[in-house]
Structure formats: C-alpha cells, structure tokens
C-alpha cells in the first residue's frame, strides 16, 4: 500500500469533495503540505500518496504509469473515496492521466499542473537516460542539482530560499534506485494526447506562467485540445507553482471545486 498524507479521512463519510494530490518527480507528497491544510481545514477529503519507494510507499522496480494508477484506485477504495477530483503536477499529470484512462468513473475531474500529454520526443528520452547513468553514479544529490535550478522564479530563489531548501530536502530523503525507478515510468509512458478529446468531466489546467520545463505554451496546448477546459497561468511562478504561489494555486482550484461541486 502507498503511504500518503491525508485531511478528513474518517471513514463516517465525506463532508466536501475529495481531492487526490499526485506529487512532481523526484519529490513527495510533502509538497503538498500548503493545499493539504487549505482544503483540509475548509472540509474538504484531501490525500496526497507518496509513489513507489518514496516515504514508506513500498518499492515497485520497474513500476508503469499503469502500475501506479492501479495502486491509487487500491487507495482510495481503501479509505472509502468513491471518486476525486485529481490533482497531478509534472509527473503527478501523466499520473492524473492514466488514472482518468483506467478509471474514468472515479474521477470527478482533473487538474494538470505544470504538465505535459505528450511522450517523449528521442532527444528527451536520450536527456533522461543520461538522468538515470548521472543518479547511478552520483545518487540523490545529483538529481537536486540538476532539479532545483527548474523549480522556481529567479526572484523566489532569491526572497525565498526556504523553497529550494525544502525541495532538495524531499529529494535527499530518497535512494538513486528509487529516483530512477521513477524517471523509467516516466521515460517509458504512452502518448496521452488522443486521450485529451475523450475526457468528459471538467478539467482545469494550471501553469506557472514561468514555467520553462512546461512552458505556458504546452499548457495552452492541453487546453485547447480538451474540450470545455479552463487554463490559468500563475503569475511568478514556475515548475512546481504549488508552493511558489500557493495562495493564487488553492484560489484557482477553489473555484474549479466549487464549479464541479455546482455544475
């Protein structure tokens, strides 16, 4: 079983929405810690699981995008959560995809943060093959170095170094055989772009508007491709803008809960 982190979780029943928080590679559920509390606190059903390997999850060599989605769906009838909406960011967003591919009828609706639906082209994969020989022979430190720099606005790195800080200590926390296991499923994951037309509940697609691994340029590409979607890019933000600009983040997905709960 995944480990996770999780708000209102009594089995009794759930009093809001439930909403399924799927975290960026290579980091864990812990930066999810500002939407947990928002969302938990205004009684919203919030988890946040951990992937293969990382904080107490179990390890799965060589687990697919399709393995995880399985295990999530495992989850959440475990803790009695019927459908979620679910939230992926960066990798959590191929997650998101996959689950909705496998498990349309438990998904409320979707938020794709920072994310992309495409495979990868032959020049990203031979980039995350070197990743891999790089984390084998240089471990959990390569991967923060080669990471953070992406993760936040020039401008929070400077006036926020707490960020970077709290980044890099999620990634320290895990082995290079666990990190890698993760870039293989992301390496390894199907095409999800024809899935985009085919999704019919609501879907929210949010960006840091200075996001350069997923540019506003990508995202505007998902949006266009699914019918009835919403796009917002958030201001001074970048790769992981959940925690750059979590106030704006949880405003932008507070409305797409209410809407989904009123539509």
């Given at each position: 079983?995944?480990?996770?982190r999780?708000?209102?979780?009594?089995?009794?029943?759930?009093?809001?929405?439930?909403?399924?928080?799927l975290?960026?590679?290579?980091?864990?559920?812990?930066?999810?810690?500002?939407?947990?509390?928002?969302?938990?606190?205004?009684?919203?059903?919030?988890?946040?699981p951990n992937?293969f390997?990382?904080?107490?999850?179990?390890?799965?060599?060589?687990?697919?995008?399709?393995?995880?989605?399985h295990?999530?769906?495992?989850?959440?009838?475990?803790?009695?959560?019927?459908?979620?909406?679910?939230?992926?960011?960066?990798?959590?967003?191929?997650?998101?995809?996959?689950?909705?591919?496998?498990?349309?009828?438990?998904?409320?609706?979707?938020?794709?943060?920072?994310?992309?639906?495409?495979?990868d082209?032959?020049a990203?994969?031979?980039?995350?093959?070197?990743?891999?020989?790089?984390?084998?022979?240089?471990?959990?430190?390569?991967?923060?170095?080669?990471?953070i720099?992406?993760?936040f606005?020039?401008?929070?790195?400077?006036?926020?170094?707490?960020?970077s800080?709290?980044?890099t200590?999620?990634?320290?926390?895990q082995?290079?055989?666990?990190?890698?296991?993760?870039?293989?499923?992301?390496?390894?994951?199907?095409?999800?772009?024809?899935?985009?037309?085919?999704?019919?509940?609501?879907?929210?697609v949010?960006?840091?508007k200075?996001?350069?691994?997923?540019?506003?340029?990508?995202?505007?590409?998902?949006?266009?491709?699914?019918?009835g979607s919403?796009?917002?890019?958030?201001?001074?933000?970048?790769?992981?803008?959940?925690?750059?600009?979590?106030?704006?983040?949880?405003?932008?997905?507070?409305?797409?809960?209410?809407e989904?709960?009123?539509?």
């Open positions: 079983m995944l480990s996770y999780g708000e209102n979780l009594a089995t009794s029943g759930i009093e809001k929405q439930a909403v399924l928080f975290h960026a590679f290579p980091l864990s559920a812990a930066m999810w810690r500002y939407q947990l509390e928002a969302f938990g606190n205004a009684g919203y059903t919030v988890i946040a992937a390997g990382i904080a107490g999850s179990r390890e799965q060599p060589g687990w697919t995008l399709t393995d995880y989605a295990e999530l769906a495992k989850l959440l009838e475990s803790l009695n959560i019927e459908r979620a909406t679910v939230v992926g960011l960066s990798m959590g967003g191929y997650q998101a995809l996959e689950f909705y591919r496998l498990y349309p009828g438990k998904t409320a609706s979707l938020v794709l943060c920072d994310t992309r639906a495409e495979a082209t032959p990203a994969r031979s980039s995350r093959e070197e990743f891999i020989r790089a984390i084998e022979a240089e471990g959990a430190e390569e991967a923060a170095r080669r990471m720099p992406n993760y606005t020039a401008g929070s790195s400077v006036k926020k170094p707490e960020l800080a709290e980044a200590a999620m990634i320290r926390e082995s290079a055989t666990v990190i890698n296991a993760a870039m293989r499923a992301i390496l390894t994951r199907s095409d999800a772009t024809p899935l985009l037309a085919t999704i019919h509940c609501p879907v929210l949010l960006n840091g200075e996001d350069r691994l997923t540019t506003p340029e990508t995202a505007e590409s998902i949006h266009k491709l699914t019918a919403t796009l917002r890019l958030l201001e001074n933000a970048a790769h992981i803008s959940n925690m750059e600009q979590p106030e704006a983040f949880n405003e932008a997905l507070l409305a797409h809960l209410e989904v709960s009123h539509g």
